[in-house]
């Protein structure tokens, strides 16, 4: 008795499943080639957001703080021109956050 022969293993490219392989690995490639680029594209806008958000904060605290110094100038002047009524106003409202905390 003798023994068939095994027959020849066909080629790479015959085997389906093979193919497939190969096909769904160059699909992967390019799909992280595409979120490589996503991420990156991701990042860039982040810094350029963040670098936009913090010159307008800038901006805005800048003019809060003018608009501070400009109050402080116009309580300056008022307190300078009429130190009496300042000073009693003042006092009163010293008196009366004091006997606000004492009650308990």
Do not use: C
Request: glycine share 8%; proline share 7%; hydrophobic share 40%.
């Amino acid at each position: 008795m003798s023994r068939p022969m095994p027959e020849p293993t066909p080629p790479l490219d015959a085997v389906p499943e093979l193919s497939h392989l190969e096909s769904a690995k160059e699909s992967l490639g390019e799909a992280r080639d595409a979120l490589k680029t996503g991420v990156s594209d991701a990042v860039g806008a982040s810094a350029a957001a963040a670098r936009e958000a913090k010159a307008e904060l800038d901006d805005k605290l800048q003019g809060l703080l003018d608009q501070g110094k400009g109050l402080l100038n116009q309580a300056e002047d008022l307190i300078r021109s009429k130190p009496l009524a300042s000073f009693g106003v003042a006092f009163a409202a010293g008196y009366l956050v004091a006997a606000l905390t004492r009650r308990k």
